[in-house]
């Protein structure tokens, strides 16, 4: 079974929730292009990585959600570590495109979906999801992410995937 990033469930507002996010570690990387050409890319570069392309030869196991960011021309898709993991246990890399970092967690507003996920489904979600927040009078604090929990194998109506934004305090 695959390991998820962990979340405590703050307020279901029907439709999307509210979530307290614990801190994670992330390995990410950039690629320029459309969501998925800059995400087919990246991940293969990403699963290289945790299936021993290390400078460690350790294989490191696979994790949900794979996380995709928009930055001006393209994409960060980011692999979320064990939880078991810390930043100091990670192996190096010398694909030098490939960052660490460990992220503080938060509160976060989420709305999940089935399908396949194209950029043009996740941009309406998370048009939608801030207008449901504005509307609550809940401040976002920064863009979206596009989350995918299964891989290409599952079938498209059992495809599970969120748009998260980041919110105030």
Same mark, same amino acid.
């Given at each position: 079974m695959t390991e998820k990033l962990g979340y405590q469930l703050i307020e279901d507002l029907g439709g999307f929730e509210i979530r307290h996010y614990p801190p994670h570690i992330l390995v990410s990387t950039s690629e320029p292009g459309s969501? %998925?050409? @800059?995400?087919?890319? @990246?991940?293969?570069?990403? @699963?290289?990585?945790? =299936?021993?392309?290390?400078?460690?030869?350790? /294989?490191?196991? $696979?994790?949900?959600?794979?996380?995709? %960011?928009?930055?001006?021309?393209? =994409?960060?898709?980011? =692999?979320? $570590?064990? %939880?078991? $993991? /810390?930043?100091?246990?990670?192996?190096?890399? /010398?694909d030098q495109s490939l960052s660490f970092a460990q992220q503080p967690g938060g509160r976060f507003a989420a709305v999940s979906f089935a399908g396949l996920a194209s950029q043009t489904l996740f941009d309406s979600k998370a048009t939608w999801l801030r207008q449901q927040l504005s509307d609550r009078q809940i401040e976002a604090s920064g863009q979206a992410i596009y989350a995918r929990y299964d891989g290409p194998w599952t079938p498209f109506f059992l495809r599970h995937n969120e748009v998260l934004i980041p919110l105030q305090g």
């Open positions: 969501m %998925a050409t @800059a995400g087919n890319q @990246a991940f293969r570069r990403l @699963a290289n990585y945790i =299936f021993g392309g290390n400078n460690a030869g350790k /294989s490191i196991a $696979m994790t949900a959600p794979v996380l995709q %960011a928009q930055k001006e021309a393209g =994409f960060v898709t980011s =692999f979320v $570590m064990p %939880a078991s $993991m /810390s930043l100091s246990q990670l192996p190096s890399s /010398s």
